[in-house]
């Protein structure tokens, strides 16, 4: 074989690989001229519309916004009756001073169980545009008293 062969085959085969990428390069520009581009971030788009159905519906942005106020109002509903409890103790028999107790006890349990689900869904970055701005951006579960308006 001689070197003007050599040559000749190699400039063929550049030919070839250059063919097969400009092909390919064309395939790729007609994919996202005719449509490809759609169906190939169609998957992003996808959870893009999701969320978007989703927390931008009417219906999400009301219970989100009530689900705050029933959450802040629980929150109030423990320690009122923690304080009710605290009352009647000062009166009650010893026999009702031990359930007393043990309500108080369950009651602090499910005003603290209030307090983080409120602090948690006012963290969530798709919850927290549907806080009433006069609601507590975060609840003290330390706090005596919980105030639900600024």
Not at 28 to 34: N, Q, T
Not at 78 to 107: C, F, H, M, P
Request: hydrophobic share 35%.
């Amino acid at each position: 074989m001689t070197m003007g062969q050599v040559r000749e085959g190699a400039r063929l085969a550049a030919w070839a690989v250059s063919g097969v990428i400009g092909l390919a390069v064309l395939y790729v520009i007609g994919v996202f001229v005719f449509g490809g581009a759609e169906w190939i971030t169609a998957p992003f788009r996808g959870e893009a519309d999701k969320r978007e159905n989703s927390v931008g519906s009417g219906e999400f942005r009301q219970t989100t916004y009530e689900e705050f106020f029933d959450l802040c109002e629980a929150v109030q509903n423990a320690e009122g009756t923690i304080q009710a409890l605290r009352e009647e103790r000062e009166v009650a028999s010893e026999t009702r001073t031990t359930q007393i107790d043990q309500s108080i006890t369950a009651l602090k349990a499910t005003r603290i169980e209030s307090v983080n689900t409120y602090n948690s869904k006012a963290a969530q970055e798709h919850r927290a545009p549907f806080r009433d701005k006069d609601l507590p951006y975060r609840l003290d579960a330390g706090a005596e008293r919980t105030t639900c308006t600024n």
